[in-house]
């Protein structure tokens, strides 16, 4: 393929595969997509699955006493994979993974992983307003903090709810005025299987789904290790012997807060073999 005519250029961005690509962009606009890899059976029983996991999630709330309408929360299915374990695959998605590891180094972890509901004939739908995944704030960094995967469970379209950025906000600390907003917002129209990569300091949104099917999606947030984790998810899984090491350091295992200088004093000794 032939270079990129220029001059006066100096300095430039090598990219050596497609993730060194997409990674690039993410940079400049806050965002791209990305294909899971994932075949049209594996997505036809993970959407089977999903739709289990919704009953049973709603099943056992309304069995610990929780209306999810009245808090809220009927959209959402916090920590997915814990109600259904197929989904963990989801999570170490090995594509996601790659362009993971060139937007936020050599070590990061899971923040959150829920799935999402847009539901059909929706009058209202919460994450239609505009905001980042880091909310409440305002500032800009040289790098990415934490990086929102929304893998598409179903195919993302303008009729039912896609997806809306405004391209380069994550280097703005401040949102931009509306007539702004509506001259760069863009629609992400996806198919299923497909993951949407946000910088988290980028502002987006939903839409409201005009259609009268449900649009599903899981929205995974993988940060920088100093930022805590929206579940202590090593709480919630306990020793966790299925996962390899590496998978339990990007789950969060090994980052608990010391509880006095004696317990900082007994990390530092030589592990026994």
């Known amino acids: 393929m032939t270079e990129i005519s220029r001059y006066g250029v100096i300095a430039t961005t090598e990219a050596n595969d497609i993730y060194d690509i997409l990674a690039e962009e993410v940079r400049l606009l806050g965002y791209t997509t990305l294909d899971s890899g994932l075949a049209g059976a594996q997505l036809d029983e993970l959407s089977q699955l999903f739709n289990r996991a919704e009953l049973e999630y709603d099943a056992e709330a309304t069995d610990r006493g929780y209306d999810l309408s009245k808090i809220n929360e009927r959209d959402t299915i916090r920590l997915l994979p814990m109600v259904c374990p197929n989904f963990w695959e989801v999570v170490f998605n090995r594509p996601l993974h790659a362009l993971l590891s060139r937007l936020l180094g050599g070590y990061f972890i899971l923040n959150q992983v829920n799935g999402l509901i847009n539901r059909g004939h929706q009058s209202k739908y919460h994450?239609?307003?505009?905001?980042?995944?880091?909310?409440?704030?305002?500032?800009?960094?040289?790098?990415?903090?934490?990086?929102?995967?929304?893998?598409?469970?179903?195919?993302?379209?303008?009729?039912?709810?896609?997806?809306?950025?405004i391209p380069g906000t994550h280097h703005r600390e401040a949102f931009p005025p509306d007539e702004v907003v509506r001259r760069l917002e863009t629609?992400?129209?996806v198919k299923r299987g497909t993951f949407i990569v946000l910088d988290c300091m980028v502002y987006h949104a939903g839409s409201t789904n005009k259609t009268d099917k449900n649009r599903r999606a899981i929205n995974h947030v993988f940060t920088i290790p100093m930022l805590r984790q929206q579940f202590h998810i090593p709480s919630v899984l306990g020793e966790a012997p299925d996962f390899t090491e590496q998978q339990k350091k990007i789950l969060g295992y090994g980052l608990d807060e010391f509880r006095s200088v004696g317990d900082w004093f007994k990390s530092r000794l030589p592990k026994v073999k």
Not at 134 to 154: E, G, K, W
């Open 187 to 189: 629609h992400l129209t």
């Open 127 to 165: 994450q239609a307003q505009y905001h980042r995944d880091l909310p409440y704030q305002h500032f800009t960094s040289s790098r990415p903090l934490a990086i929102n995967a929304l893998f598409a469970l179903d195919d993302f379209t303008i009729e039912n709810g896609s997806t809306r950025v």
